[in-house]
């Protein structure tokens, strides 16, 4: 998928994970991005100062506010959650490499199992 989100100041989306890599680029605004489970890696673009090396998010709660130019990428066992972080709309540019057939996003607590047979 390739994908265009836009978040408000102060809106934000409930935990969740993506079923495959994920990387995120913010084109403007502030997006705040916070960690629940797994690994994440923030590369901050030149905008804000300078395309330094990339900050590894390991802790549950970590959280990052990203500016125009910064990205960051995880991988499927990321749950996270994200918000406009800003007094503007943010706008996010999103790659996320998922199986044909996959949801572009799933609910922290939502089980896929199979349907129970009758």
Request: hydrophobic letters at 45%.
């Amino acid at each position: 998928y390739v994908a265009r989100f836009v978040f408000q100041p102060g809106a934000s989306i409930f935990p969740h994970s993506h079923p495959g890599t994920t990387v995120l680029g913010v084109l403007s605004g502030s997006f705040g991005w916070t960690l629940k489970a797994g690994k994440a890696h923030v590369i901050r673009g030149a905008g804000a100062g300078a395309a330094g090396p990339v900050e590894d998010l390991t802790e549950p709660g970590a959280d990052v506010v990203l500016k125009a130019g910064d990205a960051i990428f995880y991988e499927a066992d990321v749950v996270h959650t994200a918000r406009g972080a800003g007094d503007a709309e943010a706008v996010v540019l999103g790659s996320l490499v998922l199986k044909a057939g996959a949801p572009l996003l799933m609910p922290a607590d939502m089980k896929m199992d199979a349907p129970a047979s009758k």
